[in-house]
């Protein structure tokens, strides 16, 4: 909770310094803008708290966003699919390759990392085969769809701000992904078999069912946000589309109070992680004008982050020892 | 009397949650076996661990030589000739022995390791312990007794004066632990000075020119050659007579919960194994280590499902595969590590302790967190575990607390079993004492209990039957009135009479 709040801090003050910094920070269109990010990387980042939580990893999230963002248009455009019949195609395979990973991962007793690396080449390579590096979009077609992600609702009595759609896509998979984490079994499981899976299993629990219902998640929401990401920009281009996705999705979950060590997570805390990122990374374009050092700035932070951490939690021990010693 | 070689002066240790130490003193002469015993959690290791510069003490002296030494680091003590052999080996597994002998002090020309050198003054270390081996053999290939020679042959390359052996003898084979115990009589009589740990009275009887005794963090006396005896280390080291301190009472009920029937673990597949448990009966499995007891747990539990026979439980037959079924089934298991297979140690008291029953009290999925709540609350009051309260990170309690949420966790399933593996390993004296009555409440409660340990007292003082295992097999049962310890040693080192088997 403390960590939470010390994150949030750490969010107000630095849009507190943009709005003083810049006047485009506070512009109506930017702030609708970061909202609109923060929603659709949001999700990603959900996604793969529930991994981390298990104390895995995926890497594979951006070039499932690829395959999935370049998917659905090629589907719908070049191979002339129905709109439900390609929507079912890419979720399925969302789904499935979340199914291989967890499966990978308990079965064969792969690591994470490795399995979601090689995924990460795999799903990229495909998607650059298949639209043979062409770049896909829906052109002017399917406007209903997208306001999935362009769309905005108005909020009764203020002028010039629209909360962007895709935030509440974001609400509902947030309100969904906390009540699993917290007050579900099945989320208790997760947080246990994370913090010491062998205790999990001798308590009774089908770790292995519980891994994979995690990489599921994770790659669900991966090609959920692949969805949005390309109905939020109109077309994809495989070679970059959703490149390098995955790592604000954990830098973001990481910020936000997850340990890559497992058995801690925080939904709320993903959603002010990402949104601390993607602030950031707005000022750093809109202040310094130099937009080639966001990731440097980013990194920097990240790290200062983590590093505080570690201190906070060393202190908190070494105060805990002595008070015990007091006694 | 030869000169003191090292004095250790009021030592005082705490860790979180422990005292582990409260003021500890041990003195080495030259030439000198002294056995440090007492039973689990009375800080043996601790004070080990200190004066091989494993850990530093908060408080207290160490002389050596008479000069005082503060021992900040293992290669400090290395330094002024302290060597501690720890009861787990620690050797490269791949590397060959002369290799392991030298880690980190290669003999170095040109800065490149000199083998020739190294093979020739390894092979003059393994003389000295009696070690027939080439130095260039694969420390994996060896018998688990000859690393143990291959440790001692390291300890003694670095000039110890003081070898610290904890449990030496854990894993060996008596054949194994009657070599050691001639390489000792030998490093004795060298001048080497040998601080033996060690929980089994016998061998400390063989070896020992005098015994420390600790008990709870503190001395509670000294034996000298003349003075050892059995019952004399007992009394010190439980502090009362046994028939106090254990709470058993026979426990006559004639139903059986349990049918084992050609079980065959993983481990030993061509022994199986048979017998029964009764309702409300208190069972000891007893053994050397290795004999295949957490095995048997392992397999009835379902973490190592059985790879054959037949297994009921009131009547209806079990094939566990998994803990799952098995605890679907009536039966529980208190694991042998509790930190690693116990319990979630960066989780709260009240999630430990409603882990296994979440899947019974739940509501569609969801957990039923006032249910969660009044159980933990339960719990705590009737085991007694002493902790701020429900919302105490587990990691942060004594031994014999976390032990009592391990075995809190199954009570609110009403087993028909409970299988426990070392129940009080690593505890101090109160807790254990708790343990045993908790056991003995569930047992007239009609609890069947199956219990493996290493402590002979334990298995003597708590049980109505026992099972002996030797390398995976029953080799014999022993009710009540027939316990003895030269019994139950006979039938676990495999040199029983034929006439001891039931």
Avoid at chain 1, 48 to 68: E, R, Y
Avoid at chain 1, 199 to 216: E, F, K, P
Avoid at chain 2, 17 to 45: D, F, H, M, Y
Avoid at chain 2, 162 to 188: K, Q, Y
């Amino acid at each position: 909770m403390k960590k939470l709040l010390g994150i949030f801090g750490l969010l107000l003050a630095v849009c507190l310094f943009a709005t003083w910094a810049s006047e485009s920070f506070r512009s109506g269109y930017n702030i609708e803008n970061l909202i609109r990010r923060t929603a659709l990387f949001g999700v990603l980042g959900i996604g793969v708290t529930f991994v981390i939580v298990t104390g895995g990893i995926d890497l594979s999230i951006g070039s499932v966003i690829c395959l999935v963002g370049c998917g659905l248009p090629w589907l719908l455009t070049v191979q002339h699919w129905s709109l439900p019949a390609s929507l079912a195609a890419v979720m399925a395979v969302s789904v499935g390759i979340g199914l291989a990973h967890g499966l990978l991962i308990t079965r064969l007793r792969l690591q994470p990392f490795i399995v979601t690396l090689c995924g990460l080449m795999l799903y990229r390579g495909v998607t650059r085969g298949f639209t043979a590096d062409q770049t896909v979009g829906f052109a002017d077609g399917y406007k209903g769809l997208r306001v999935l992600a362009t769309g905005k609702i108005p909020v009764p009595g203020i002028q010039g701000f629209e909360i962007p759609a895709p935030w509440a896509v974001l609400v509902v998979v947030a309100i969904a992904a906390a009540i699993f984490l917290n007050r579900t079994i099945y989320g208790r499981y997760l947080l246990a078999l994370g913090n010491n899976e062998n205790a999990a299993r001798y308590s009774g629990i089908n770790t292995s069912r519980m891994i994979v219902l995690a990489y599921v998640l994770c790659s669900t929401l991966a090609g959920l946000g692949g969805v949005l990401f390309v109905l939020d920009v109109n077309s994809a281009q495989p070679v970059d589309f959703g490149n390098f996705y995955e790592l604000y999705a954990i830098a973001a979950a990481v910020l936000g109070g997850c340990s890559l060590r497992g058995g801690e997570g925080s939904i709320l805390g993903v959603i002010i992680g990402t949104a601390l990122i993607l602030v950031l990374r707005n000022v750093v374009t809109l202040v310094t004008n130099h937009s080639n050092i966001e990731f440097a700035i980013i990194g920097a932070v990240i790290l200062a982050g983590v590093v505080t951490d570690e201190l906070v939690k060393r202190y908190a021990i070494r105060r805990r020892a002595a008070r015990e010693l007091a006694q | 009397m030869p000169p003191v070689l090292l004095e250790a002066r009021s030592l005082t240790k705490s860790f979180p949650g422990v005292r582990a130490l409260k003021g500890v003193s041990l003195t080495v002469s030259r030439g000198e076996v002294v056995a440090v015993i007492g039973e689990n959690g009375a800080g043996k290791s601790t004070l080990m661990k200190i004066l091989a510069g494993v850990q530093t003490c908060d408080s207290g002296e160490i002389r050596i030589d008479g000069v005082p030494a503060p021992l900040q680091s293992v290669e400090e003590a290395l330094g002024l000739g302290i060597a501690l052999i720890h009861q787990e080996l620690n050797l490269a597994q791949n590397l060959d022995v002369a290799a392991n002998l030298f880690l980190g002090r290669e003999p170095r020309r040109w800065g490149l390791i000199d083998s020739g050198r190294l093979r020739r003054e390894a092979g003059q270390f393994l003389q000295a312990v009696g070690l027939d081996v080439s130095p260039d053999t694969r420390v994996g290939s060896l018998a688990i007794g000859q690393q143990q020679l291959v440790e001692i042959a390291k300890a003694l390359s670095t000039q110890a004066r003081v070898l610290i052996m904890d449990e030496p003898t854990s894993s060996l084979s008596a054949g194994e632990a009657e070599n050691l115990f001639r390489v000792i009589d030998d490093l004795r009589a060298r001048g080497v000075s040998i601080v033996y740990i060690s929980h089994r009275l016998g061998e400390v009887t063989r070896l020992a020119d005098r015994v420390v005794v600790l008990r709870d963090g503190e001395n509670s006396g000294e034996l000298a050659r003349h003075e050892i005896s059995h019952a004399a280390m007992v009394r010190l080291m439980v502090g009362r007579d046994l028939s106090q301190f254990y709470p058993h009472q026979p426990h006559a009920r004639t139903e059986t919960v349990l049918e084992v029937d050609g079980l065959r673990t993983p481990a030993h597949p061509t022994h199986p194994l048979t017998f029964q448990i009764r309702v409300g009966e208190m069972v000891g499995l007893a053994g050397l280590v290795g004999a295949g007891r957490t095995e048997v747990l392992l397999a009835l539990f379902g973490v190592q499902p059985a790879v054959g026979g037949t297994l009921k439980i009131g009547g209806q037959p079990l094939c566990a595969q998994t803990p799952a079924q098995a605890i679907a089934a009536g039966l529980a298991l208190v694991p042998e590590d509790r930190k690693r297979e116990g319990l979630v140690l960066g989780m709260p008291v009240r999630e430990n302790l409603s882990l296994a029953s979440l899947r019974q009290d739940q509501r569609r999925g969801f957990r039923d967190t006032a249910r969660e709540e009044t159980l933990s609350a339960e719990m705590i009051q009737s085991l007694r575990i002493k902790t701020p309260n429900d919302r105490q990170v587990v990691q942060f309690l004594s031994g014999g607390n976390q032990q009592k949420v391990v075995i809190g966790k199954w009570l609110a399933l009403k087993p028909k079993v409970l299988l426990l593996d070392e129940p009080t390993r690593g505890i101090d004296i109160g807790a254990k004492q708790e343990i045993y009555r908790l056991m003995e409440e569930l047992a007239d409660q009609g609890v069947a209990i199956v219990f493996a340990s290493s402590e002979m007292e334990e298995i003597l003082g708590m049980s109505d039957r026992v099972l002996v295992m030797h390398e995976g097999r029953i080799t014999g049962e022993l009710s009540r009135h027939q316990l003895s310890e030269e019994a139950i040693l006979h039938l676990a080192t495999g040199t029983a009479s034929p006439e001891s088997h039931p």
